[in-house]
């Protein structure tokens, strides 16, 4: 079995089953991104290489992930690790207006920056055309920027692969979970590299339930509202489920119904809603717009947490036991959904996640 | 001196196409016109580069119908004229080739066209002869390269006694052969050029002027009787005879000899092979009842001889003819001397070896095993290379498998790995323009695959403009992709009208191209190819668009042509340290991908090299190199 | 050993661009200015962007002969490049054959981009030296380069084609032949290269 770029190719690129985290970008001249699609220029002939390695989607051992950065027994099997689950909201009026929902994502990152924890971030900024991209900041004004997700995936990692980089500098990097898991596979590989995976000293992760495909959104965008561009993009939170559209001054708003047909095919076979790779991992709080949930996954998450709470930028609380039992069942959801997804298109077995069939069953039942 | 202009009766070593402009020079031939086409573009330069110094008009048309019309215009004038081309310039200069029959014409007219059997430079294998018999002109094949000469010069006396046009043909193995030519007198003066006005060129009435045509016919093959060109050589009563023509005849020579059969096969070798001298022929045709016909290309000389045959058999008798139409030789490709002589031998069942078995043996698997092949493929510094590699990049980043459908020239060989296997379709000259004039209609069904075409500069004058103007007028969708190297090259870097120069080294107005395509209609822009990455993007912006033709001009001089005049752009260095090789994050692109031939892959250090005997240092190479580890110094 | 057959055949050949072309005339001309009649054939045209080109030439006191040699009749193989000498040898030698070799490679598209390995010049030669019954080499790529042009690789095999003193060909005939050929400073380059093919070829075999 190939596991280079013709690997690759078979296994998730010509299946369309490719997350656009951009992993596999910026590491050599063959593949290249455009419009949120991964492209191959040429062939290359090698056996082995880090495209396939680095891959979300190639072959993932998902077991043996969790246990090399967690520990030896993988017991929490609906959202994985976790030290601590609370609510957490940022308390830095300087964030008001500027972020999405509790800001914690930003507060967090811009204080492990202030603090001299990491040197830079690697995060995703979305261009005027929604194209989302990643992004190599030090400065708050561009970790406001950054902020907010688009609910379109983009090749965030070809920022950390292509740099440019001094060669010392720390990094901490906000990403979805197959952004996070691409992460964890590149810290376990040990392909030689110029990307300063060594140096990824902290990892932000985001829920996510599914991204939408960037070209055939954006046309639909584009076609709907007359190709006049977008400001920002929301979804509200259950139960209304709408897609909101900022157009200058006025918010159009969509039924989700419409943009399903976007999502990503590599979304539906993701096991992973709450990032399980992620020192820390944040979501929204069901019913509560201004605050995020906040999964604490290891020591240096903690610490960076304790920190900030303690310098007054981060307050928390208690996640309500109702709460708390959604999230988990939510996040199981998504691992059955995403084993039936698997078994669908003829991979009973869990295809490239590698799962004992013990964890499968524990799973379904 | 140029040997071409040396005196009467000194022995100069000649190439065909060189014979053939002596032959013209030493008839007194005033006006020359072609379009390069290989293997008859030595004929043009070769006269072009004398031209001035014998007072003669030579040029390069821009394509084959206009060469045949200057030519007969000065021809309507009572001047001698010359007019060159390869097979598929006939296709092109036929449509006017077949009313100039109707009106004839006054001064010696010769058309010569180069046949390329085995298309060993075409885009098709064609008998250029079948034209002879379509439009009624008596037809000439020279056998050597005295002949050759010999009969250029005669065949405007022909030309003028029938009031006719007269064709020569011509192939690759005559035309670029050299060999022995004693020189004839050249003519001190040049004649007068004179219209009469009550002269008149219709083809009106035209039943009448066919019959007129048909006539002169017969006094064609009259003359054709006592003809020089066609001789006999062999016994009284050979065995087997051999009927040939053209290249045929020095191979069936020296097959017959290497076969020892001198003493029982003959050789007819023909040299006025339409129309048939019937006298002659029938003569010649009773010596034997067993013939072989020995022609290139197609078997023309041979099913005119058996329609004849058929007409005559009660004379005759029963005869047994082998040749193409029964495959005894092939049908398809080039003659050699080993195809006639195996053949022959064949046919008489006579015992035959080259060389010892056992070294033919050593010697076949000795190549099998040790002989790697050798592809053609772009020059090293050669513009075209860049453009493919910026249209395959361009492409595949659009996404929408776009269509690149292709012309003729040095940029043709975009079809195969040089060109990244970009180029789609190729035929005939501006055929790229023409197709895309089809293709970019077909949104309109629902195709949704972006339509390019690619045409060289001189391909452009030829044939492209009335396609561009097609497309503006019917609104076609495409993008063309104009590279402009400033010359002819595949055919030997002739000028045009985009390069400043004449065939005679004389200036000229340069026709801008960019003017041109607007003009047209088109919106135009242009782009350097050296320029990769601003290459790629403006080709995949354009390619957004689809309103309608755009013109994208690609300039930079053939690799080719600067070389000859200039030193090398850049110094290039490989830094040893920071190539990667093939390691993953490069896998030898620059060699393995890009392939110019100035970068060579040392597997024994696992490094790319410069190959200084081979680079031209164009520079293009540092730019894709993904460790940076390509160095350019301006030299 | 003085060439007696008739007609004498020489193959020139290499890889397009190489200037094979030039240096058949060249010799061509040399040879009928010494009272021979010559053929010559040669494939050019698309060949010449980097595929496998030759120049036939029949050497006469007779008449002209058919410009392609027939299979395994070459006198007298000389190569430009070492695969396509071998390649040459392989359609058009024999026993008797002699060689002479220009040993710079130029590798075919498919060698040099790793597809397929280029053979070890020390085979090629040997296996050069099974099929020929004299064989001789020089560097002549390499001289030209420390003349300041590769081009000049073509003369300078011409050069080494005199040592061998088959053909009636020497200095003098060159220089006389090229005086009509080249501009006079294009003159004195060429026959400094002719000289250093001259003394540059080694026998081999």
Redesign the interface.
């Known amino acids: 079995m190939n596991e280079?770029q013709k690997g690759l190719e078979e296994k998730v690129l010509s299946k369309d089953m490719c997350a656009a985290c951009g992993a596999c970008l910026g590491?050599?001249?063959?593949l290249?991104s455009?419009?949120g699609?991964v492209?191959?220029?040429?062939?290359?002939?090698?056996t082995?290489?880090?495209?396939y390695a680095y891959c979300p989607r190639s072959q993932v051992d998902w077991e043996g992930l969790q246990t090399k950065l967690f520990g030896p027994v993988y017991e929490a099997i609906e959202m994985g690790t976790s030290r601590k689950i609370v609510m957490a909201r940022a308390t830095d009026p300087v964030w008001k207006g500027k972020v999405q929902t509790g800001g914690v994502v930003s507060a967090l990152i811009d204080f492990a920056l202030r603090k001299g924890m990491i040197q830079k971030a690697v995060l995703t900024q979305r261009e005027e055309d929604l194209l989302p991209y990643g992004k190599i900041v030090s400065q708050r004004e561009d970790v406001f920027s950054c902020s907010g997700s688009s609910y379109i995936s983009g090749p965030t990692l070809e920022a950390l692969n292509q740099g440019p980089w001094k060669g010392e500098e720390r990094i901490g990097v906000v990403g979805l979970p197959c952004q996070i898991l691409a992460l964890a596979k590149m810290k376990g590989s040990n392909?030689?590299?110029?990307t300063p995976i060594d140096r990824v000293v902290l990892t932000l992760g985001l829920f996510c339930t599914w991204a939408l495909a960037y070209k055939p959104f954006k046309a639909f965008l584009d076609a709907r509202f007359d190709h006049r561009p977008i400001r920002k993009l929301d979804i509200t939170p259950p139960p209304e489920r709408l897609l909101k559209v900022w157009i200058g001054d006025k918010v159009e708003e969509i039924s989700l119904d419409e943009i399903r047909a976007f999502i990503r095919p590599a979304c539906q076979v993701c096991p992973d809603m709450t990032a399980e790779f992620a020192d820390l991992s944040v979501g929204t709080v069901e019913g509560m717009a201004d605050w995020n949930t906040l999964v604490v996954r290891t020591q240096r998450g903690e610490e960076l947490l304790e920190q900030a709470v303690a310098a007054g930028l981060i307050e928390t609380r208690s996640l309500t036991k109702e709460n708390l039992g959604h999230l988990r069942e939510a996040s199981l959801l998504k691992k059955q959904r995403a084993l039936t997804a698997l078994k669908e298109e003829g991979n009973p077995d869990g295809g490239y996640l590698n799962l004992s069939k013990e964890l499968r069953e524990k799973i379904q039942s | 001196m140029n040997p071409i202009l040396h005196q009467s009766g000194k022995i100069e070593l000649l190439m065909g196409n060189e014979a053939i402009a002596r032959g013209a020079l030493e008839a007194g031939v005033q006006v020359c016109a072609a379009y390069p086409g290989n293997p008859s573009s030595e004929i043009i330069t070769t006269l072009a580069a004398v031209a001035v110094e014998r007072g003669i008009h030579v040029e390069w048309s821009v394509n084959e119908k206009v060469a045949l019309e200057v030519v007969a215009g000065a021809s309507f004038a009572g001047l001698r004229g010359l007019c060159t081309m390869k097979q598929n310039g006939m296709n092109v200069a036929c449509d006017f080739l077949l009313n100039l029959n109707l009106t004839g014409c006054g001064g010696g007219l010769v058309v010569l066209v180069a046949d390329d059997p085995g298309a060993l430079s075409s885009t098709n294998e064609e008998d250029s002869r079948l034209f002879a018999k379509l439009a009624g002109l008596p037809l000439l094949e020279p056998a050597t390269i005295q002949e050759t000469k010999e009969m250029t010069r005669w065949a405007f006396e022909l030309s003028e006694k029938l009031s006719l046009p007269v064709l020569i043909r011509s192939a690759t193995r005559i035309s670029h052969a050299r060999s022995n030519v004693r020189l004839g007198e050249l003519p001190q003066e040049n004649r007068k050029p004179f219209w009469e006005i009550s002269q008149t060129r219709v083809t009106f009435p035209v039943v009448k002027n066919h019959q007129r045509l048909s006539d002169k016919q017969f006094q064609a093959a009259e003359n054709f009787e006592t003809s020089p060109f066609n001789l006999y050589r062999g016994p009284e009563k050979p065995e087997f005879l051999i009927i040939t023509c053209g290249s045929g005849w020095l191979y069936a020579l020296e097959a017959v000899v290497s076969l020892d059969l001198a003493h029982r096969v003959g050789i007819l070798k023909m040299g006025t092979t339409w129309p048939l001298p019937a006298a002659w022929l029938l003569d010649h045709l009773s010596k034997a009842e067993q013939i072989l016909f020995v022609e290139e290309v197609d078997p023309f000389l041979e099913n005119n001889i058996k329609a004849f045959f058929a007409q005559h058999c009660a004379t005759l008798g029963i005869k047994r003819f082998f040749g193409k139409a029964d495959r005894s030789l092939p049908e398809t490709g080039e003659l050699n001397p080993d195809i006639v002589t195996k053949t022959i031998q064949r046919l008489l069942n006579v015992p035959y070896q080259t060389r010892p078995t056992e070294y033919a043996d050593r010697a076949r698997e000795t190549v099998e095993q040790w002989v790697p092949g050798r592809d053609i493929g772009f020059c090293a510094g050669c513009p075209h290379r860049a453009t493919y590699w910026a249209i395959k990049n361009a492409l595949a980043l659009d996404g929408r498998k776009g269509i690149l459908l292709g012309d003729i020239g040095c940029y043709s060989l975009g079809m195969g790995a040089s060109g990244f296997f970009q180029m789609k379709t190729l035929h005939a000259m501006g055929s790229g323009a023409g197709l895309a004039c089809g293709v970019g209609q077909l949104g309109r069904f629902g195709l949704d695959q972006p339509v390019l075409t690619v045409c060289g500069d001189s391909t452009f004058y030829h044939a492209v403009m009335p396609a561009l103007a097609n497309a503006r007028y019917n609104g076609a969708n495409f993008l063309l992709l104009l590279l402009d190297n400033s010359g002819t090259a595949m055919t030997g870097f002739q000028p045009h009208p985009g390069t400043g120069k004449k065939a005679n080294g004389e200036p000229a107005p340069i026709l801008d191209l960019k003017s041109i395509c607007r003009a047209l209609g088109a919106e135009v822009e242009e782009a350097d190819p050296f320029q990769l990455t601003e290459t790629t993007e403006t080709i995949l912006r354009l390619l957004q668009d689809n309103n309608g033709p755009r013109v994208l001009i690609l300039r930079r001089e053939c690799a080719l042509i600067r070389g000859k005049q200039q030193k090398k752009l850049f110094q290039m260095t490989i830094d040893q340290g920071r190539c990667l090789g093939d390691q993953c994050g490069c896998n030898r692109l620059c060699t393995r991908v890009y392939k110019c031939p100035g970068l060579v892959w040392d597997p024994t250090s696992g490094k790319a090299q410069i190959d200084e005997a081979i680079c031209t240092g164009c520079g293009v190479c540092a730019e894709i190199c993904p460790a940076s580890a390509i160095g350019k110094e301006a030299s | 050993m003085k060439y007696s057959a008739d007609p004498f055949n020489i193959i020139i050949g290499g890889v397009g661009g190489q200037g094979n072309v030039l240096a058949s005339m060249i010799l061509g001309r040399m040879l009928v200015s010494q009272g021979s009649i010559v053929t010559i054939g040669e494939t050019y045209g698309a060949s010449q962007r980097g595929g496998s080109v030759m120049s036939h030439l029949r050497v006469s006191k007779v008449d002209q002969f058919s410009p392609l040699i027939p299979e395994g009749k070459a006198h007298l193989i000389a190569a430009l490049e070492p695969v396509e000498g071998l390649r040459m040898i392989g359609q058009y030698g024999n026993p008797d054959l002699v060689t002479l070799i220009n040993l710079r490679p130029i590798l075919p598209l498919d060698a040099l981009s790793g597809k397929v390995a280029y053979p070890d010049l020390s085979v090629i030669l040997s296996k050069i030296k099974d099929l020929s019954k004299e064989v001789w080499t020089l560097k002549a790529t390499e001289i030209a380069l420390e003349m300041g042009d590769p081009i000049l690789a073509n003369v300078i095999m011409l050069g080494a084609l005199a040592a061998l003193e088959i053909l009636p060909v020497n200095r003098d005939v060159f220089n006389r032949t090229v005086a009509d050929l080249f501009v006079p400073e294009r003159q004195t380059v060429n026959l400094k290269a002719f000289d250093s093919g001259q003394e540059a070829v080694r026998k081999e075999k």
């Open positions: 280079g590491l050599c001249p063959y290249k455009r419009q699609k492209i191959k220029l040429d062939d290359c002939d090698l082995t290489g880090r495209c392909l030689p590299t110029q």
